[in-house]
């Protein structure tokens, strides 16, 4: 399903930057805080990528569907804890906590991968993961072009299946 493709695609760019970053000495102050900068950007524009394109349709597939109620939260909790990587002055500390905070966003992904997206597989029909997906790439083309995660998404509503148009079209009004 494309949408599913679409997600595991950028999950895997994410993958590389954190390896990236875990392999970065401590004492290279200037590449650790624009890898970090970097990768927050990344995870930002991924979470309302996800939010967007997955599970807010997901919720209308599937209001009761526990896992759509609590999984955006693991976003902005990995934001602050990469914010927080740059104030480490010690380099055990930087190693150590590089490395859990990059094993702990792979289990974030993992879960997704194994579980939670096999919930789209189930909810949507290939055609609303075909346009879901097609509508991740271009709000990920105009995000990254924008290099901010505020963008004007209005143009994209064409793009969204019908029936999940009202609460993603919600998203958009909180968006921007």
């Given amino acids: 399903m494309e949408i599913l493709a ?20 401590h ?11 970097y990768i927050i950007h990344l995870l930002a524009v991924h979470h309302q990528l996800e939010e967007v394109t997955f599970y807010t349709p ?13 999984r955006h939260l693991d976003h902005g909790v990995f934001l602050i804890q990469l914010q927080n990587l740059k104030k480490i002055s010690e380099a055990t500390a930087w190693e150590t906590s ?3 905070l990059r094993a702990t966003i792979e289990n974030h992904f993992i879960e997704e991968e194994s579980f ?3 919930a789209g597989k189930t909810h949507f ?10 509508l991740f790439k271009k709000m990920q083309e105009k995000l990254h072009e924008q290099k901010s995660v505020k963008a004007d998404f209005w143009p994209l509503l064409v793009e969204v299946p019908p029936r ?7 998203m958009f009004e909180a968006l921007t």
């Fill in 164 to 170: 999940f148009y009202r609460e993603v079209r919600t």
């Fill in 27 to 37: 004492s290279n102050l200037n590449t650790r805080s624009a890898f970090i900068d």
């Fill in 58 to 70: 997901l919720k209308v597939a599937n209001p009761i569907c526990a896992v759509t109620l609590t």
């Fill in 125 to 134: 029909t290939e055609e609303e993961g075909k346009q879901l997906g097609q």
């Fill in 6 to 25: 679409a997600l595991v695609t950028e999950h895997k760019v994410i993958r590389g930057w954190l390896h990236n970053l875990c392999e970065i000495p």
């Fill in 98 to 100: 590089t490395r859990q």
């Fill in 116 to 118: 939670i997206f096999l």
